[in-house]
């Protein structure tokens, strides 16, 4: 499996390198909305890193620390993102953001893209202050 990754990833970057480095045809990095995209994305794919490490560093430790019902009641909240349809659960989203106009910003892209990974980070978390406190 990683070979065939590894190939398609070889394939890839040799397209892109001739597409894009062939005598200036195509230009696309002198194309000043191709380098905000890039940044843009930079920018967003930190700041969801950044706030899945902070809200799921805090709130696994919690977790770990907390039992009964309560740890039962927070654990099926957590997995709600995950069991429900994402696309239900951000269509649901959109429209509370229409309503705040937080529409076609930063915030509104991290926010959505904090949606699925937020209970995976969380659930690592957990388990490993878990292990931690097993030890």
Known sequence: MRQFVGIQYGIMLIV????AWRGGEV?????PNFRAAIGTTIVVAVLVVVLNLVVANY????LARVTGRKLAFLDVCLQLPLIVPL??????????????????TVLDVVLIQLLPTLPYSIRIARNAYLALIRI
Do not use: Q
């Open 59 to 62: 709130v696994g430790y919690y």
């Open 16 to 19: 892109f390198g001739v597409v």
């Open 87 to 104: 696309l239900v659960i951000a269509a649901g989203l959109d429209i509370w953001f229409i309503r705040m106009d937080l529409t076609e």
């Open 27 to 31: 230009g696309i990095f002198e194309d």
